[in-house]
């Protein structure tokens, strides 16, 4: 088991679920759980087969040179936007998510619109539907991404599966949403985690040497947690006075 | 195709300007390591010019903010 792998998969797909779950129980109270859980699983089972067809033979076949380069790049991508995300709300440029908000706001969406002498609802299965799919797909290419690029696709996996079980289970048992978990902070670590990765094997692709091989990952999480929290007192005494200055 | 086009560039690229100057960093640091082999420094530069493009992306978003604040604050009519 990779440590690394393991956590990072873990807070990845623990922020995406907890965002789909908020979708989900909205859907759930208003339209019935049939209609909620129809549409979960309905997104859940074509991401399992975009996965199984188009994300394993890809490893298997592309040479890995190219897989690290192009995964590499898609990592850094992905993590500085949710770096740059959580700073920008840290420093108050953006609004924080907040998802009891999201939640009522669903919920409000969801008893406007009434299908009356259907046992599934349309729109409240669409709506799930798109919030299990889109935000599992993020999920799912976190998994795939780690767990190919630190060759431990178990560790990626194990570390999702941790945190659906998880999120469910406090979603089951709070039958709301998990507001108290501070998803921003999540976002920030997570942020952290992938540009991380993302560079280290970006490098290794085009050829670069890490100072110390694996060590380097714990100095480069280091420069760039000391580097974003500089940006986010920066960016916020930005806004202090230029909200002043107004 | 248009759709799943949307949500690959949402998932991957949410802003033009980080996207770009990541893309750019790491084009740079490549070529650079090409011609002159940067060695252990590489690493460095690649990491310096990520953060940098994260900066250049935030200060825009902060310009975005003053800009938002002076259109919500300032103009007469809007919020009249």
């Known amino acids: 088991m990779n440590f690394y792998t393991v956590t990072a998969s873990f807070l990845g797909t623990a922020v995406e ?27 859940i089972v074509i991401l399992a087969l975009l996965v199984g067809l188009l994300g394993y033979p890809l490893v298997k076949l592309v040479p890995f040179h190219t897989i690290q380069l192009v995964i590499g790049l898609a990592l850094l991508l992905f993590g500085v936007r949710w770096l740059r995300k959580a700073i920008a709300r840290y420093a108050g440029l953006k609004e924080m998510h907040d998802e009891e908000k999201a939640y009522l706001e669903e919920v409000e969406k969801q008893k406007t619109h009434v299908e009356k002498g259907k046992s599934i609802d349309i729109f ?60 921003n902070m999540l976002k920030f670590a997570i942020g952290i985690m992938l540009t991380c990765f993302g560079v280290i094997w970006v490098g290794e692709a085009i ?31 930005c806004a202090t006075v230029k909200g002043r200055d107004q | ?73 300032g103009t007469p009519g809007v919020h009249s």
């Open chain 1, 124 to 183: 409240g299965f669409t709506t799930v539907f798109n919030g299990v799919f889109l935000e599992g797909l993020e999920a799912a290419f976190i998994v795939l991404t780690f767990g190919v690029a630190a060759n431990s696709m178990p560790s990626a996996v194990a570390g999702a599966l941790i945190a659906i079980a998880l999120v469910c289970l406090l979603g089951f048992l709070l039958k709301k949403p998990l507001s108290m978990i501070p998803e």
């Open chain 2, 1 to 73: 195709m248009k759709k799943a086009f949307l949500v690959i560039w949402g998932l991957l690229i949410d802003d033009l300007r980080l996207a770009l100057g990541t893309i750019l960093s790491v084009i740079a640091c490549y070529l650079l390591n090409l011609k002159y082999d940067l060695g252990e420094y590489g690493g460095w530069l690649l990491l310096s010019l990520i953060i940098l493009s994260v900066f250049w992306s935030l200060s825009a978003e902060s310009r975005k903010y003053k800009k938002r604040n002076k259109i919500e604050r």
């Open chain 1, 17 to 43: 679920f907890v965002e789909a779950l908020t979708i989900f129980l909205a859907v759930g109270f208003t339209k019935g759980w049939k209609t909620a859980i129809y549409g979960a699983v309905t997104a």
């Open chain 1, 207 to 237: 050829g670069i040497e890490w100072w110390q091989g694996d060590l380097s990952i714990l100095v480069v999480l280091t420069v760039l947690l000391i580097v974003s929290l500089f940006q986010i007192k920066y960016f916020s005494l």
